[in-house]
């Protein structure tokens, strides 16, 4: 039951999926150079490059993409800090079997610089979201939450390593969820067979 994973950058989700054992087929990359190809290729996972810069339109970048993607007929395509926005046509294509991470308690902070808006926004709880990857941005039906507190004198940077701490906690859970066939969509809302909690609260700093 193959999973393919997407990046763009150093990979370090890609890491904790791959330390919680769960079998990746391939990861392609978005940015030839991306941290997240060595990791995989140290573990003997078959990667594979698209630069988007290559193509005129998303549609033709995704085209390839998504050759790429199919060959290794994957049930499950993760995105982990794959920093493309996606279109109607690719969604389609994986609708209910592609997953995303975003460094927010959705819906609050879509988009990029999260933990800065978070942080100007003065919120005391911040976190990161699974959610499954629909034609709204950052807003596809949620699998699992983790909160983490945001502290006086947090700066971009320790906020995000809290964060991403409990990124690397959720998603192979969420992913695992899936992959048991566990998730349950209803409504737009996602649950759990057998009620494992959704949430997870962290108040180490
Ligand atoms: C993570 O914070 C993820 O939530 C965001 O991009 C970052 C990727 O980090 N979308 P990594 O490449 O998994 O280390």
Redesign the pocket.
């Known amino acids: 039951m193959p999973v393919v994973v997407l990046?763009s950058?150093?990979?370090?989700?890609?890491q904790a999926i791959l330390d919680a054992g769960i079998a990746v087929q391939a990861v392609v990359s978005n940015v030839a150079g991306a941290g997240?190809l060595e990791v995989a290729a140290r573990r003997g996972i078959a990667t594979r490059v698209v630069p988007h810069r290559d193509h005129a339109t998303r549609e033709a970048f995704e085209a390839v993409l998504m050759r790429e993607i199919d060959a290794f007929s994957p049930r499950l395509v993760v995105h982990?800090?794959f920093m493309r926005i996606v279109t109607a046509g690719y969604v389609e294509r994986y609708r209910w079997r592609s997953l995303n991470?975003?460094?927010s308690l959705l819906p609050s902070f879509t988009g990029l610089h999260t933990h800065e808006r978070a942080l100007a926004a003065g919120v005391k709880l911040h976190g990161?979201t699974v959610h499954f990857v629909t034609e709204e941005l950052d807003g596809g039906p949620i699998v699992i939450q983790a909160a983490v507190p945001v502290l006086a004198n947090d700066t971009a940077e320790s906020l995000s390593n809290r964060v991403?701490r409990q990124?690397h906690v959720i998603y192979p859970r969420a992913i695992r969820w899936f992959l048991e066939d566990r998730l349950v969509i209803a409504n737009g809302k996602v649950g759990v067979k057998g009620n494992d909690a959704q949430y997870l609260l962290s108040d180490r700093v």
């Open positions: 990046i950058g150093r990979g370090s989700n890609l997240g982990a800090g991470i975003h460094p990161c991403l990124e």
